[in-house]
């Protein structure tokens, strides 16, 4: 299943890519595609390790509880996982 999940910015990683926050493990994500770079605290709408798009909190937020409603938490988190970037550093 391919899942667009939202992550939250912890911090740069130098050149395009942010570590990210998604479902409590810290993973790179690449902030390409997007024009306005997000900052630490803000949210993004990811897919297979890229930002697609910034959303509000509440969005983020309301995404989550859906996933979790509908018991897809673990494929969202198997994805985050699964994203290839590598573990952002301790």
């Known amino acids: 299943m391919c899942l667009a999940i939202p992550g939250q910015i912890l911090e740069s990683a130098g050149g395009s890519l942010a570590v990210v926050d998604v479902l409590g493990v810290r993973r790179k994500v690449d902030l390409a595609l997007l024009e306005d770079r997000p900052l630490p605290g803000e949210w993004v709408l990811i897919h297979v390790g890229f930002a697609m798009s910034k959303i509000s909190s509440e969005q983020?937020?309301?995404?989550?509880?859906?996933?979790?409603?509908?018991?897809?938490?673990?494929?969202?988190?198997?994805?985050?996982?699964?994203?290839?970037?590598?573990e952002a550093p301790a």
Do not use: C, I, V
Request: proline share 0%; aromatic share 4%.
């Open 60 to 86: 983020a937020l309301d995404t989550l509880r859906m996933l979790e409603s509908l018991g897809e938490s673990d494929a969202a988190l198997e994805e985050a996982q699964g994203y290839g970037l590598g």
